[in-house]
């Protein structure tokens, strides 16, 4: 059954995107003789890759699952038709980063039946309020530090090819347009928000966790969690996710080199 839920898997196609500068495809002729090839002989699969003829900034070529155009009001780009949705702050875009679910569903829960049977799908920005899959919601609302550094890298590339002219409302709605790699440095701030003390000096990783707030024995030795709420950004579930969530290292690292 296809099931029209607003969830990550529409934005993982964003993922499926690389650039190919001019220099490398010359010291490559046998791949550049089969790409050509490929783009000449294969029309029916050529047309599902966007933009491996046309030449992006410094003549380069883009593979790509997302259609884009340089024309704003261009009604059948796809990429800006998933970023509308990625930037909308009622849809994917917290404080903290990318949902994992879209907070549409919050208060139009997803609903279908089985052999008579109804199911529903929530947002759940936190812990699961039900038993369904074990009482775990973590693809269901919550904020995922790798899936989000993924997203990052995807726009950074497509800004590679588009380049500057290329613009897209953040957030949707505010009048604010920004290129991708713009977009792609706020989506970085809002996930080095997590761990950064805010006026308050409260870091949003420790919700309302006391300890770790107050106690200044406690509230420097950041926690890595596996996932944040969707909507404050408090740690969830394991603490010690380094494998992933010290990703947050690198997206610090590059915020600092490229500002």
Known sequence: MRLKVRSLVGLIPLFAVTTLEPELLDQLPNFKARLEWFIHHRPTLKRNVA??????????????????????????????????????ETEFLSDYGIRALSRHHHAHPYLFSVDGQ???VDYEPAESSSGLFGGNSNWRGPVWMPVNYLLIESLQQFHHYLGDEFKVECPTGSGRWLNLWDVATELSQHLIKLF??????????????KKFQTDPHWHNLILFFEYFHGDNGAGIGASHQTGWTGLIAKLIQQTGEYS
Request: proline share 2%.
């Open 196 to 209: 950064r003390n805010d006026a308050t000096g409260h870091r949003a990783i420790y919700g309302g966790t």
């Open 51 to 88: 933009c491996m003829e046309s030449n992006g900034q410094g003549a380069r070529r883009m593979l790509a699952l997302c259609y884009v155009t340089r024309d704003r009001l261009e009604p059948t780009d796809k990429l800006r038709r998933i970023l509308h949705k990625l930037l909308d």
């Open 118 to 120: 109804e199911h529903r």
